[in-house]
C-alpha cells in the first residue's frame, strides 16, 4: 500500500544545541563538496535522457537506483513518473507504514 500524499507532510524538526547545529552543518557541506562530482555526472546522465511529458520511466529507474545505492527509502506516484525519497523524519513514517 503507498503512503498517503499526507505522510510527505515536513515535520517539526528535532531540537540540537548550537554547537550541535554547527557540527551537523560543517560536516554536510563538507559531504556535499565531495559528492559535487558525483551530482554533476548525474545531472549530465538524466539530461541525456529522452523524456515526453510526465512519461519519465528511464529518468524515474535511474533516480530509484540512485536511492538504493543510498539506501533511501523511497516511494513512487504518478504511474511511478515521480519518486519522493525519504529522509529525515519522513524514511521514519515510511518503515512505520510498512
Keep these: 500500500m503507498a503512503p498517503a500524499l499526507s505522510d510527505f507532510q515536513p515535520q517539526p524538526a528535532l531540537q540540537t544545541s548550537a554547537a550541535a547545529q554547527a557540527a551537523i552543518g560543517d560536516g554536510l557541506v563538507k559531504e556535499a563538496q565531495a ?10 546522465d538524466l539530461h541525456r535522457m529522452p523524456k515526453l511529458g510526465n512519461d519519465l520511466p528511464q529518468t524515474s529507474a535511474y533516480i530509484q537506483a540512485r536511492l538504493n545505492e543510498m539506501d533511501i527509502p523511497f516511494s513512487t506516484l504518478v504511474d511511478g513518473s515521480c519518486v519522493v525519497g525519504l529522509v529525515g523524519a519522513g524514511a521514519v513514517v515510511s518503515r512505520k507504514l510498512v
Design 35 to 44: 559528492f559535487a562530482d558525483e551530482l554533476a555526472a548525474w545531472r549530465h
